[in-house]
């Protein structure tokens, strides 16, 4: 009978000590699934990317391949354009993310200041529509009304415009491309920006009027400089989200003409699925990768997170 009792009380003291642990680590235990799942979908993979770019074409096991150092990264940027796709990508990403800022900011301080409640929900609406349409429906519709022939925009530009050949939106692809990314994705900034210019004070708008401060003062010295935390924080998403267009730019141009829309992404799809050059293809993802990830935090750096968790 005392045995029993002993063992008992040592259950007791063990469940007694899990539940203390449990109470003690309960945030960790709770993002530990979370942790687990992003070491299964990033660390693995970027570890088995590193290890691809560092080694030989491999016919059967890549696993026994040749150990070749960074002569992949050799291949990438003196005969894989790697240096070109990354010129046309920074040139698409600073474009498009300077124009649907503006064009979002300043769709949102429109529609803020419009006094009918029924007049914003419309509006609203209608300008996140093209944030609905799937880049590659996108793409589509956008090669017909591009189309020479029976497009519509090429049509208009010829009626209103002085360009009448049917191949000038070819002379700049960059361009067009970069419009539609535009008209997709600028929803996306003008529902942040909205949603800052809403969480505005109405007192500090109010002062500011009361001064005799015109409108665009009202915005560049009170409104915006309260907006910094949102507007750093959606230009730093929608950054890091350019970076990865591909669905776009593959089904309008498909990098072309030539190569004057390849974008690294459409150049790392290119190199592994068309000319079968794993190790290349992964070589500029791992340099692509690093690239991207230093921008970020120079930019986190330089700018910081200041007032935004306030």
Known sequence: ???????????????????NLWNEYLPYWFIAPMVLVMILITFFPGAYNLYLSLIGEATTNVFAAEFVGLSNFE????????????????AVVVSALLLESVLGFVLA???????????K????????????VAPVSMATIGRIMLNSEIGIIPYLIEMVTPFSSPGFLSNIPLFTVILLDTWNWTPF????????????????????????APLWRRYVHVIIPY?????????????????????????LTQGGPGTATQLVSINIYEQMFINNQITVAAAIALVYLVMVVALC??????????GVWD
Do not use: C
């Open 1 to 19: 009978m005392p045995t029993e009792t002993k063992t008992d009380t040592a259950r007791e003291r063990g469940l007694a000590r899990l539940h």
């Open 75 to 90: 291949t990438a940027f003196a005969r894989g354009g790697a240096i070109h796709s990354f010129v046309i990508t920074i």
């Open 109 to 119: 301080a429109f529609v803020a200041g419009v006094e009918s409640s029924r007049a």
């Open 121 to 132: 929900s419309f509006y609203r609406i209608l300008f996140i529509i093209p944030m609905a």
């Open 189 to 212: 900034m003008f529902i942040i920006f909205y949603a800052g210019l809403s969480s505005v004070p109405d007192t500090l708008v109010e002062a500011s009027r009361v001064d005799g």
């Open 227 to 251: 907006m910094k935390p949102v507007v750093f924080v959606a230009a730093l998403i929608r950054m890091i989200d350019l970076f990865r267009t591909f669905g776009v730019v593959y089904g």
């Open 297 to 306: 935090n120079i930019i986190i750096a330089k700018v910081g997170f200041e």
